[in-house]
């Protein structure tokens, strides 16, 4: 007899850089989380990271509107020229740097602006400096690319502000690109103005890009957010990452950008013509309207997470075994849970467990997340405080 040729079960020929490409473990959670929520249990998620809040009406109505008037066809692959005009007027004017349409790369969200960002600079061997604990996917993707991955480990006792001089202890002649991001994920941490001066004088004049994550820009609570683009001399070397997402609470429409020199983005675009050929026609219309409209929802948005998260950081730590600084931007809370004796990976996994509280361990971070959970509050008060309801119980009965 013939065996069928399909029943043979052959190794799947991975390609060896697989093997390097890491995650996002919030999605595994939150598939967790849904588990159990199936089974009946009452689960309260705190481990994604987006807004709760829909996106704006007049943004929605411009998509629809969009649709109506036929903008289904491919576009440039840069983006639209009217988007790339109105986010080189939005980040002029955010930044107060001069930027050109043509500097502008519209993509399918915050995230390809850092894989092309590695594809496009990062050579085998070469050096990659990032926050740790930090978004996950920077990891991922300098190792990917077959790039030494450097952490700067952030420090609670400096509020999770990156440290200039240990930044520039670990500047080589490798080191090609220097990732940084603030208001930060996980640590709802930020750079004030006099540390990313202080990163800027450890690059000096060394031919080093920087990737600067300035998603959470408009979620920073107080003071207005410097970029390192700001720097004289620093914006030929920076690409700015920004988007809809959480700014416009878009996460689903995948649409972000990048600012970078002209050049650069020549290369950027090259990448997305190879990959996505250009973000969907339609959500970049209605991204004008994001830019342009009304911005009052914005500031409810960011009025509600400070609260949020101030009311969750105090109520966390009033809890035995945890404590917490206070978040300064983002809607992240990430406390401190060391005093409980527990590992960040078991705690997480016995709150989810036995409370419902969904969070994220620390570690989901980087190594140096140790010690630490992630807590979202993209949630309602009410669930919020149910959720220190349960963690405040469990804490009595197990520490
Ligand atoms: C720091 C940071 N950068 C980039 C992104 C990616 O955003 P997007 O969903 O637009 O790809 C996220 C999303 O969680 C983030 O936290």
Redesign the pocket.
Known sequence: MVANADSVRRELPLAGRMARLGT?T?FEVLSKAKALERQGRSIIHLEI??PDFDTPGNIVEAAVDALRKGWTHYGPSAGLPELRESIAEYVSRTRGIPVKPEQVVVV???????FYAMLALVDEGDEVIYPNP??P?YESMIEYVGGKAVPVPLQEQRDFAMDASQLASLITDRTKLIIL?SP???TGGILERADIEQVARAIGDRNIMVLS?E??SRLQFEGEPFSIAQVPGMQDRTII?D????TYA??GW???YGIMREDMAAQMTRLMTNSNSCTASFTQIAGIEALRGDQAPVDRMRTAFQQRSQAFSAGLSGIKGFSCRMPKG?FYVFPNITATGWKSKPLSDALLEQTGVAALPGTTFGQYGEGYLRFSVANSMENLDQALARIGEWAQRNL
Do not use: H, V
Not at 243 to 246: A, E, L, N, Q, R
């Open positions: 996002e919030a990271g987006e399918p969200g915050g995230k390809p602006i850092i930090g978004f996917i991001n930060q994920n996980p994550d998603i959470y990452l988007g809809f997402s959480k878009m996460t995948r649409m972000g983002a």
